[in-house]
């Protein structure tokens, strides 16, 4: 059995013996849906491809003989639905815009719409010879309603309807809010641009041709700006039955692995602390794991009989490399260091909104959820809490973090020192140097502003981003044991099995100003550090150090080993 890691083609898959985690059933659920046009957005590489081939197969008219032999043994071929292969699937992908100005944007999004038509035309030709003088006019036509306008009453003649799919449909609008251009974008999407023409003639096509509209994208961005020009459709987004239809479930991955006859233990922990965590409803049935990641992640353990190198593929990183082209105001600087500080933050979710509110913060958090940055943690009370939903996201705030610091003071990092540094806390039990080093080369060059927030939070998460690429450990903040909460636990990463030491370490820091504090604190450190090293957990484990850090400003620093 193959896995299907960057396969998003349906029949592909299921011809060529890649194995499938069956999600058909989700078919029946938004055929029984109380509205036939519908918006639903995930998080980048989370399945939304696969998921849109997998309806394109099941309701188009010319996969009807198929059937049985695509959807074998699945769900919805013993469950199937009235409207199985009873239509013309319109299928429009709009990533990979040319947003360079609005001339270029405009022609890139109508030769992207001819060409998803004359697909269009190619597949049905059979059904209507007219479609082939379609196909001709259209090199004529120059804007996008004359377009629209002729396919849809060319297809009326042929007494079928259109099942439309538009997959991506913010991507190009996203690229503009990174760049920040607010004209350029109230041009093209709002008064009366092509983008609002081409939903308004959509919605008009619905009075004839179109029967069943399912958009899928990343944010709601351009919902509250469409909303006179096409406002039919539901947007399922936070449904709670949809809450599993993306991603995989834990019992998902267990199939998968199983498959795969890999049943370690240590291997579900990871894949759970990696890559799970997404909650897209309050009240949804369980947490699901990135499933593009989850995939890439086995892909790579099955190839090189060993962990990947990294955690997740380089294209993801690049997706969220958009963070740092969101927060160009001091507003959304602060509360992005609240998050990473923090893990999470308290907020309400926007189901939409405008590109003049993106920077507001209830707009600017909600656009991190829909982003999978943040994820539902819980609710209290009249309270939404959001969280950071794993590891792997993690490192990213991280990274982030790390890339501020270096580009706001200038930071040098010296590579061979930071390794060696690392290297001589792994294998031979000396925290000391790296210490000395994020005191020295990160600590030092911060602001007399920046201290007056400085806090044992804040140096955590620098602690953190200076190591999360060495690869050597994985960072755990506030680890729970029977005598309370680890502040740092270092275990070493599942990469690196032949690191030597783990490390508990116990951080606190205190103002010059507050000197004469320091021998309670250390003494309250000791103290907690000794609860932490008795827990069942630890036992009998002779390559765990443990070490209480106190820096004292931003100057001075001391540590004390407990054995």
Request: no cysteine; glycine share 4%.
């Amino acid at each position: 059995m193959k896995l299907p890691y960057g396969i998003s083609d349906f029949k592909t898959l299921r011809e060529q013996n890649y194995l499938y985690v069956d999600k058909t059933k989700y078919i029946e659920m938004l055929e029984e849906y109380n509205s036939k046009y519908m918006f639903f957005i995930r998080p980048r590489r989370f399945g939304k491809s696969l998921f849109l081939s997998t309806l394109a197969y099941y309701y188009d008219i010319n996969f009807k003989n198929e059937f049985g032999e695509i959807f074998k043994d699945l769900y919805i071929e013993k469950n199937p639905t009235k409207l199985r292969n009873s239509y013309f699937m319109l299928k429009l992908n709009f990533s990979g815009l040319n947003t360079q100005g609005k001339k270029e944007l405009e022609e890139s999004f109508r030769i992207t719409m001819i060409d998803g038509i004359i697909s269009f035309i190619n597949k049905y030709r059979v059904y209507l010879d007219e479609l082939s003088i379609l196909e001709s006019r259209m090199k004529e036509m120059s804007d996008i309603k004359s377009i629209l306008n002729a396919l849809f009453e060319a297809v009326n003649k042929t007494k079928k309807k259109i099942y439309l799919i538009i997959d991506e449909y913010d991507h190009f609008a996203n690229d503009i809010i990174a760049m920040g251009d607010s004209e350029f974008y109230k041009d093209t999407v709002r008064a009366a641009g092509f983008v609002r023409d081409f939903y308004e003639t959509v919605k008009i096509g619905t009075e004839s041709v179109i029967d069943r509209i399912f958009i899928t994208g990343i944010s709601p961005i351009m919902l509250d700006d469409l909303t006179s020009g096409f406002n039919i459709a539901a947007n399922i987004t936070m449904d709670e039955q949809m809450n599993e239809s993306l991603g995989f479930t834990g019992k998902e991955v267990d199939y998968i692995m199983d498959s795969l006859g890999l049943k370690k233990e240590d291997l579900r922990i990871s894949l759970k602390e990696y890559y799970n965590g997404y909650l897209f409803n309050i009240d949804g049935e369980e947490r699901v794991y990135n499933s593009d990641m989850v995939l890439y992640y086995l892909t790579q353990l099955v190839k090189r009989k060993k962990p990947p190198k990294n955690l997740i593929d380089d294209n993801v990183k690049t997706d969220y490399g958009r963070l740092n082209r969101l927060i160009s105001n001091e507003e959304n600087k602060k509360v992005l260091n609240e998050i990473i500080m923090n893990e999470g933050i308290v907020a309400d979710i926007a189901t939409r909104f405008s590109f003049d509110r993106m920077y507001d913060e209830e707009y600017f958090v909600s656009l991190l959820f829909y982003m999978g940055l943040l994820t539902i943690d819980r609710q209290e009370r009249s309270r939404l809490l959001l969280k950071i939903p794993n590891y792997v996201v993690k490192t990213i705030f991280w990274e982030h973090m790390e890339n501020m610091l270096k580009k706001e003071y200038n930071i040098n990092v010296e590579t061979k020192e930071l390794r060696l540094s690392i290297e001589e806390m792994a294998y031979e039990g000396n925290l000391n140097p790296y210490i000395d080093y994020i005191n020295k080369h990160v600590i030092k060059p911060l602001s007399n502003r920046d201290l007056m927030k400085i806090d044992e939070r804040y140096i955590k998460v620098i602690l953190f981003a200076y190591l999360v690429n060495s690869k050597v450990y994985r960072p755990i903040s506030e680890k729970e044991v029977e005598n309370g909460y680890i502040d740092i636990y270092l275990e070493k990463d599942i990469r690196m099995p032949e690191v030597e030491y783990e490390w508990i370490i116990e951080l606190k820091y205190i103002k010059k100003s507050e000197r004469d504090k320091l021998e309670k604190i250390k003494a309250e450190g000791l103290k907690q550090l000794e609860g932490y090293v008795r827990s069942r957990e630890f036992e009998g484990k002779t390559n765990v150090k443990n070490a209480l850090i106190i820096f004292i400003g931003k100057d001075e620093y001391m540590i004390e080993y407990v054995s």
